[in-house]
């Protein structure tokens, strides 16, 4: 059974940073595709950042430069490191991978970026 939970959400003020984390059971990190999700309320769910078996990142365009992926094998734990946050990167961040044909969600964190 594979589970992921999130955690690190909470409410920061424009320019502040956050870290969340993936923890992940059931299943190696570091043998799959994790990636980072938001979805603000009204919008459609997008994809935030996504780290490879291999190691190769890759960032939505609103976040290059604010935000970094990375994973911690020992721990089976990804990381989304966002830095510079802005009011529009508030939303519910998820964790996500793919396995064979499934995909699997954690219950994902609220990110609030508010003055």
């Known amino acids: 059974q594979v589970q992921l939970v999130e955690s690190g959400g909470g409410l920061v003020q424009p320019g502040g940073s956050l870290r969340l984390s993936c923890a992940a059971s059931?299943?190696?990190?570091?043998?799959?595709?994790m990636g980072w999700y938001r979805q603000a309320p009204g919008k459609q769910r997008e994809l935030v950042a996504v780290?490879?078996?291999?190691?190769?990142?890759d960032y939505a365009d609103s976040v290059k430069g604010r935000f970094t992926i990375s994973r911690d094998n020992a721990k089976n734990t990804v990381y989304l490191q966002m830095n510079s946050l802005k009011p529009e990167d508030t939303a519910v961040y998820y964790c996500?991978?793919?396995?064979?044909?499934?995909?699997?969600w954690g219950q994902g964190t609220q990110v609030t970026v508010s003055s």
């Open positions: 059931g299943t190696t990190i570091s043998i799959r595709t």
């Open positions: 780290i490879t078996g291999g190691g190769s990142t």
């Open positions: 996500n991978t793919k396995i064979l044909l499934r995909t699997f």
